[in-house]
């Protein structure tokens, strides 16, 4: 990374000159620990970043980001979990007050639900996906939508929370109300949030 076009070298650098001399002091601070107020399941899609969506500060979100914002249900086999292993250290020892799952508009993984991966992705994407594309099928062929990847995207905000509600230890702190979850759609194109209400519908933030 020495090339002086390198988009992240450069970035780097404009961080170095404006951003860390404002921020050291906050940096310092951090290096004794971490106290994020709020666990955000995203996804990967370089087109909404939580951090930037939620103009967060260094230390505030404890962000997870996988292909198409999913949680997969509790499973504690021994195998290679990665998003249970980051709720489970949000929630056991940052003790998170909030989990917030954050689907997006035109996102591809959903989109793979619907019509397929592609081929070259057969290894690892079509598995992933492939835990929610059943239900997500199942929706949008049961209910008449105008935008069906809006809805499809929607489902899988739906089905993440519940199977956040999975894990015994997210399901307790749920019911003793020290932790709350909730669902937000995220559109691209005009930059605003759409949160799921309790009748489980998605209504824009005000
Ligand atoms: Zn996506």
Known sequence: MTDASDPLLSGYRRFREHSWPEAKAEYEALAQGQTPHTLIVACSDSRADPALIFDAAPGQLFVVRNVANLVPP??????????????????????VSRIVVMGHAHCGGVNAMLNGTPD?????????????????R???ESLP?????????ETVVRL???????FPWIAERERAGKLT??????????????????????????
């Open 120 to 136: 070259s992705c057969s290894d690892f994407v079509a598995p992933w996906v492939a835990q929610a594309a059943p239900v997500v």
């Open 181 to 206: 979850l909730s669902g937000l759609h995220f559109g691209i194109a005009d930059g605003t949030l759409r949160a799921l209400n309790g009748p489980g519908r998605f209504e824009p933030l005000a």
């Open 74 to 95: 509790y499973q504690p086999d021994g195998q290679l979990h990665g998003v249970s292993a980051a709720l489970e250290f949000g929630v056991k020892v940052l003790n």
């Open 160 to 166: 993440s929370i519940e199977n956040l509600r999975t």
């Open 138 to 140: 199942m929706i949008c």
């Open 145 to 153: 939508a105008e935008d069906p990847g809006r809805l499809a995207e």
